[in-house]
């Protein structure tokens, strides 16, 4: 009993006696890098283009991205000044790449979609604020082409859009549509 007193005591004066408020650690950003040469340097008298994490605050949003031999490559993120994750994707050699995701700033999914070669290529869905489906279709080069749908809510196809180079050439509202 006596040992366990002591214990408590020792306990207590270890980690109760600190009065300073713990605060969160520092925002770690990194500093301004160099765009120089179409690569990203350290500093301007650098002569080897920048390698490793950077991150920086702009506008009020953060942004991450890794950089290998001064060109992005890998992860990059985008933060809304609340910190919640705003975009997120993938980049090669300075090129958007592979699945790309777009929340809101309540952390819902707004949309996604596919770029190659830093373009948007292939399927992209954007989703209505409580989760469900709004619109889908496939984008060639940035711009809408083929059938679009818009759903009334997730499953209900609203209208049907058809598109060429961005430009819209049909639509049907399929809620005047009568089935058979």
Do not use: H
Not at 30 to 47: E, G, I, M, W
Not at 107 to 123: D, M, R
Not at 152 to 159: A, E, G, P, Y
């Amino acid at each position: 009993m006596k040992n366990a007193a002591l214990l408590v005591v020792l306990l207590f004066v270890l980690f109760g006696c600190n009065n300073s408020e713990k605060k969160p650690p520092k925002e770690e950003l990194s500093k301004p890098l160099v765009f120089r040469d179409s690569l990203l340097y350290a500093d301007s008298t650098t002569t080897v283009p920048f390698t490793g994490r950077y991150k920086s605050k702009a506008m009020g949003q953060y942004i991450e991205f890794e950089v290998k031999d001064g060109k992005k490559n890998g992860e990059f993120l985008v933060f809304y000044p609340n910190k919640t994750l705003q975009v997120s994707g993938t980049v090669k050699n300075d090129d958007n790449v592979g699945e790309w995701k777009y929340y809101r700033a309540d952390g819902s999914l707004e949309s996604k979609g596919f770029f190659e070669a830093g373009t948007a290529n292939g399927k992209w869905t954007w989703y209505r604020e409580d989760g469900k489906l709004y619109e889908e279709g496939f984008l060639v080069n940035g711009q809408k082409d083929g059938e679009w749908k818009v759903y009334k809510d997730s499953n209900v196809v609203w209208l049907l859009l058809k598109f060429k180079k961005d430009v819209l050439v049909d639509s049907i509202d399929m809620s005047k549509k009568k089935l058979k």
